[in-house]
């Protein structure tokens, strides 16, 4: 009986553990009950609840089905938080029970299907979940291009009028102008992984025809000749996915942020240099992780600062006594590379191509910079 009672005891303690490790992924201050508002995200939830907002799907417990298309979180429903078992538990909206109200006949207005809760605001990412951001050299090519402009404008924007050719007219009115950018290469093997697409603008075509005249409805950036359109795709953009980390491990770089520029922050998109055959998915969270070696050393000597490399000294302050033009050991790389990378920040991947993916940066207490390390959390 001695050695039965011992034996359940052992068996009953890993439980234990993981329902602690578990419990202590809470917030100190996460709320006992909270009811779900419109405008909400599962990453704004999450926050509530967790110190870690991509742990959510552990506290949980969906299982990998339901990660991948929740569809069951909707405004006015309630979470619970049942802090002994460590979990979270959802109550539908009006489940708890409601007063009987007593209604005379009278025109009212009813709300439509309620939509779930998205994981990140829609309004962050929608310009980019529709549109190619990654194309082949050559895909473009054959894309109706802009061949002249009204008034041979250099520029033109929203409310101009430009002549397409190459239009066809089953392909609808509607169209988005997109401009091939620079080359996504992967700065540890130096591969080409695609091209980046740049977002224009919306137009609309007035007139079909050889020459085909389009009006600019929208523009982000000035509109070019040479330019080239797409159709609007017709599906829907879908934000029901949960936060989560990835199931194998992965480790990539920032190969660019949109706009071309060297640095973003917070809701800043970053294009990474592994795709969907690297085991990434729509709504895998991975740190950012600052690299002491790209940021000291190979950052200064790309052609941003210049087409030749130089050696990078470091900064000494002289005293009273030293050599009024001395300088310091030169940096190389192997003085660096011993040094450990630093997180500092966490970014979502919303949109993903079998070598590349395009993430949205949901934390960062610094620049996110291209070359930065991104891997598993």
């Not at 934000?239 to 480790?251: D, F, T």
Request: hydrophobic share 35%; glycine share 10%; no cysteine.
């Amino acid at each position: 009986m001695r050695k039965t009672i011992i034996s359940l005891i052992l068996l009953m303690t890993p439980l234990g553990a993981a329902v602690a490790a578990e419990a202590g992924t809470l917030k100190a201050d996460a709320p006992e009950r909270y009811t779900v508002v419109p405008g909400d995200t599962l990453w704004g939830i999450s926050g509530r609840y967790l110190q870690d907002a991509w742990k959510w799907p552990e506290l949980w417990k969906m299982n990998q089905e339901q990660i991948k298309n929740p569809h069951r979180i909707y405004p006015g429903d309630v979470i619970v938080l049942d802090r002994a078992a460590g979990r979270l538990h959802l109550q539908a909206a009006g489940g708890g029970g409601a007063n009987v109200v007593k209604l005379s006949p009278k025109v009212r207005v009813e709300p439509g299907r309620k939509a779930a809760v998205p994981a990140i605001s829609p309004s962050v990412i929608e310009p980019f979940l529709s549109r190619p951001l990654v194309v082949g050299p050559d895909e473009l090519n054959d894309a109706p291009s802009i061949t002249a402009t009204r008034e041979n404008r250099v520029a033109t924007g929203a409310g101009d009028v430009v002549f397409v050719a190459g239009m066809q007219k089953e392909q609808g009115t509607t169209w988005q102008i997109f401009r091939r950018s620079d080359p996504l290469i992967d700065p540890e093997s130096g591969e080409v992984l695609g091209y980046q697409a740049i977002y224009l603008g919306d137009a609309r075509v007035l007139k079909f025809g050889e020459q085909s005249t389009v009006e600019i409805l929208r523009s982000v950036q000035e509109v070019y000749a040479g330019d080239r359109l797409l159709p609007v795709m017709k599906e829907q953009p879908v934000y029901s996915y949960v936060p989560r980390a990835p199931g194998k491990s992965v480790r990539g770089r920032i190969v660019n942020t949109y706009g071309s520029l060297w640095e973003t922050g917070p809701t800043g998109i970053v294009a990474l240099s592994r795709g969907s055959r690297d085991g990434l998915e729509v709504g895998h969270v991975l740190a950012i992780y600052r690299s002491q070696s790209t940021a000291n050393y190979q950052m200064r000597n790309s052609p941003l600062y210049g087409e030749r490399p130089s050696t990078y000294y470091q900064e000494q302050l002289n005293v009273r006594n030293s050599p009024l033009y001395s300088q310091g050991d030169p940096i190389s790389p192997e003085s660096t590379a011993s040094l450990p990378d630093e997180r500092y920040g966490l970014v979502m991947i919303f949109r993903t191509f079998d070598r590349a993916a395009f993430g949205l940066v949901m934390q960062s207490s610094r620049p996110v910079a291209v070359n930065d390390v991104v891997t598993n959390p």
